[in-house]
Every structure is written in structure tokens, then in C-alpha cells.
């Protein structure tokens, strides 16, 4: 069955560490994937897909199929990216996405 | 950018009536929208496909007699909660699919809805 999993609710790191977020999933195709964020108080937005393969507010994520991982990294966090993030995978052409729990990050001074 | 709108971004009503929430499609058209609904700090879980012209998809568990889905046109789609109770409050979410370009998915605000 599809599967996304993101094994940490909470990290909490001080501005200018770096960061990475989980995730893994499961998938038998070929997947697509995405990480979406939520700003407090913000809908639900795009941050990347990895078929772009680009860097977004210095956000980066490598689709590692031996692993099943797509792993969300920056290497300086800032506190204006507290947010909660969901990597979410798309399963079917109708593009339906699956998500996974959502990791917050808490990024101090 | 696209742009999705709901509304009534909250509401609260009383167990037994029906409320209906409304998603907007602002500047594109959408022949496809999803209804999500998130519970407190947990994640978003699909309930069911809205296409334009024809009958929702539900996901396995979602009970269809009981949120009522109708894409009456490109840019709006109607989800009505019939005889609801308190477990039913919840934050609902759309979602519209943007057919131009990369096929993205935008997001409304969600809507708080409270059954007394």
C-alpha cells in the first residue's frame, strides 16, 4: 500500500544549524513526490516537487529510490522557516496525494 | 499565482443540521478538487475526488451519504455535511488542480466547522 512516513512530529534546531526533515515512503510505481508547507496561520503551499529538482528558500530534497527517502535539507535554518512540513506522494494520474504526518520545526534564536 | 478560496472559513452549528462549504477556484479552472479534512496537529487525510460533470470518488471509509460533494462547475465545488454531530467538527481543506503547466495542486484556508 502507499505510504509516507515522517518519523519526527517535532524538531526543534537554533538558526543557522542545519536541518533535515524525513521522509520515506512506499510506493510499488514510480513516485512522485512533494514537500508542502504551513505557515502559521497560512494555507497549505507547494515548497518543491522533486521532479523539479530545484532549491526553494535554500530547501533542497534528493528522491533516493533504493532508500525510498526524499529527505528535506537546508543547510542554515532560519527562524522564519518554523512551519509545519508535509511530504506528500502523488499515487495515481487523478493526482491524488498521499501525506504524511507532518513534522514541525522549530527554528530558535 | 492560482489562487483557492473557501467559505465560510468557520462555522458552528447545531448536531442534526447540514452545513455546506464552498470551494473556489479564484483564477483558474479546475476540473478536478479534493476535500481533505485535518484534525488537531495531525495530518491532512483525503476524503474523496470532486470532477467536474460527474459523481465524487470517495476514499475507503468516508461515508458519501453524509458528505455530500457536488462540482457543479470549472471553478466551484460543494461539500455539504448532512445531519451532523460532534464528531464531524473538524478543519476541512480543498485542494484544486491547476491543468496548466506542472498540474500543481493549490490549497484553500480550510474551514473550521464546530457541531454543538
Known amino acids: 500500500a502507499q505510504r509516507v512516513t515522517q518519523p519526527e512530529k517535532l524538531l526543534s534546531v537554533f538558526k543557522g544549524a542545519p536541518v533535515e526533515l524525513k521522509c520515506n515512503y512506499s510506493?510499488?510505481?514510480?513516485?512522485?513526490l512533494f514537500w508542502y508547507v504551513q505557515y502559521s496561520r497560512q494555507r497549505l503551499q507547494l515548497l518543491l516537487r522533486h521532479i523539479s529538482r530545484e532549491s526553494i528558500k535554500g530547501f533542497t530534497a534528493d528522491l533516493n529510490k533504493g532508500e525510498t527517502s526524499f529527505h528535506l535539507k537546508k543547510p542554515f535554518a532560519q527562524e522564519e522557516d518554523s512551519a509545519m512540513y508535509y511530504c506528500?506522494?502523488?499515487?495515481?494520474?487523478?493526482?491524488?496525494?498521499?501525506f504524511g504526518q507532518g513534522t514541525e520545526l522549530s527554528v530558535k534564536p | 499565482g492560482a489562487v483557492v478560496s473557501q467559505h465560510p472559513s468557520w462555522v458552528i452549528c447545531k448536531s442534526g443540521t447540514s452545513v455546506k462549504i464552498e470551494c473556489r477556484s479564484l483564477?483558474?479552472?479546475?476540473?478536478?478538487m479534493f476535500w481533505y479534512r485535518q484534525f488537531p496537529k495531525q495530518s491532512l487525510m483525503l476524503m474523496a475526488t470532486?470532477?467536474?460533470?460527474?459523481?465524487?470518488?470517495?476514499e475507503q471509509g468516508v461515508e458519501k451519504d453524509k458528505f455530500l460533494i457536488n462540482h457543479a462547475s470549472l471553478t466551484l465545488s460543494t461539500l455539504t455535511v448532512t445531519s451532523a454531530h460532534p464528531e464531524d467538527s473538524s478543519f476541512y481543506i480543498c485542494?484544486?488542480?491547476?491543468?496548466?503547466?506542472?498540474?500543481?495542486?493549490?490549497f484553500g484556508p480550510g474551514t473550521r466547522l464546530t457541531v454543538t
Open positions: 510506493y510499488s510505481g514510480s513516485p512522485e
Open positions: 470532486s470532477n467536474e460533470g460527474s459523481k465524487a470518488t470517495y
Open positions: 485542494s484544486a488542480r491547476d491543468y496548466r503547466g506542472l498540474y500543481e495542486q493549490y
Open positions: 483564477d483558474f479552472q479546475a476540473t478536478t
Open positions: 506528500a506522494l502523488i499515487y495515481n494520474q487523478g493526482g491524488k496525494l498521499i
